[in-house]
């Protein structure tokens, strides 16, 4: 399984995002390019704990669960997302978005193994290994969503 804790994924995403455009369209889903990048760089800042995002009550939060949709099922196409990783979709500059991407992927590379994270809304208390393929996870089907 990918993680954001591999260097080699982690290049390969980085790559990919900043092959994003502006006038690029997505494959599914209402985000523009900008919006995305805001979306995925606040779900890394909610990951480092500098964004406060309310948990939710949720049976992803059961081990087995959670397990499978890390590690096994794809991830589906127009999940529900918290408000606080979509507040700033609309607003969103697309070079300031990929300044910021590049930024947190150095602080999440930064990390420590091991490092402890903030619970994740819907997961809850996520190991440090859950958060990187988690983190890879999404980042990638956000970058599929935009064919990169």
């Known amino acids: 399984m990918a993680s954001i804790w591999d260097a080699s994924v982690r290049s390969a995403i980085c ?3 900043m092959r994003l455009t502006a006038d690029a369209k997505p494959a599914w889903g209402k985000f ?3 919006a995305m990048l805001a979306h995925l760089n606040d779900t890394y800042r909610m990951a480092l704990g500098t964004l406060p995002v309310a948990s939710r009550n949720l049976p992803l939060r059961f081990k087995p669960i959670r397990t499978l949709f890390i590690y096994y099922l794809p991830m589906p196409k127009g999940a529900p997302t918290a408000p606080e990783l979509i ?6 500059d697309l070079d300031e978005e990929k300044r910021q991407f ?3 992927m150095a602080t999440l590379a930064a990390l420590p193994v ?12 996520l190991s ?19 064919n990169l």
């Not at 507040?87 to 969103?92: G, I, T, V």
């Not at 999404?138 to 599929?144: A, M, S």
């Open 102 to 104: 590049q930024s947190l």
């Open 15 to 17: 790559d990919r995002a």
């Open 128 to 146: 440090y290994d859950e958060y990187g393929a988690l983190i890879a996870k999404h980042t990638d089907h956000h970058l599929r969503q935009f």
């Open 32 to 34: 523009h390019a900008a």
């Open 87 to 92: 507040a700033r979709s609309s607003a969103a």
């Open 114 to 125: 091991g490092s402890t994270m903030a619970p994740h809304p819907a997961f809850g208390d």
